[in-house]
């Protein structure tokens, strides 16, 4: 009995960026590759949304539209094959952060103290100056 990973067709980015025009449509939804050409002009949303993701990943877009469990079952449908496991980090968006990391041993007292200082500081200096 064969090895499933055998089965699987595997493309690279490269190929797949080709794959963009109305003749030959393909996708990336979580690293599976679709050819949704025979679907564009079935699409509820119309083939527009479809051709704007052609060649590319789709995923982020995809689930954003909040597509019901028929459509994620159909879609299994048009299933080519997966990205290249080369090129799978390359479809990895950083993660942004706008929280800056905080050094795991610093200790409690930099975290309450100094602030909790700080402000007893302001509050008694607001109040000298409100009794003069």
């Excluded at 089965?7 to 963009?20: P, R, W």
């Excluded at 610093?106 to 500081?121: E, K, L, M, Q, Y």
Aim: one cysteine or more; glycine letters at 6%; charged letters at 25%.
């Amino acid at each position: 009995m064969p090895n499933m990973s055998e089965c699987v067709q595997y493309y690279t980015l490269e190929e797949i960026k080709k794959h963009n025009h109305s003749k030959s449509t393909w996708i990336i939804l979580h690293n599976s590759v679709y050819d949704v050409s025979k679907f564009l002009e079935e699409h509820p949303g119309g083939e527009e949304v479809l051709r704007e993701q052609a060649g590319g990943d789709a995923t982020e877009t995809f689930e954003d539209i909040g597509h019901s469990t028929d459509a994620r079952n159909m879609s299994k449908s048009f299933i080519i094959g997966e990205v290249h496991p080369d090129d799978v980090p390359k479809l990895q968006k950083p993660i942004d952060s706008n929280v800056s990391s905080v050094e795991n041993n610093s200790s409690w007292w930099t975290n309450w103290v100094i602030p909790g200082i700080s402000a007893i500081i302001v509050a008694l200096m607001y109040r000298l100056y409100m009794a003069e």
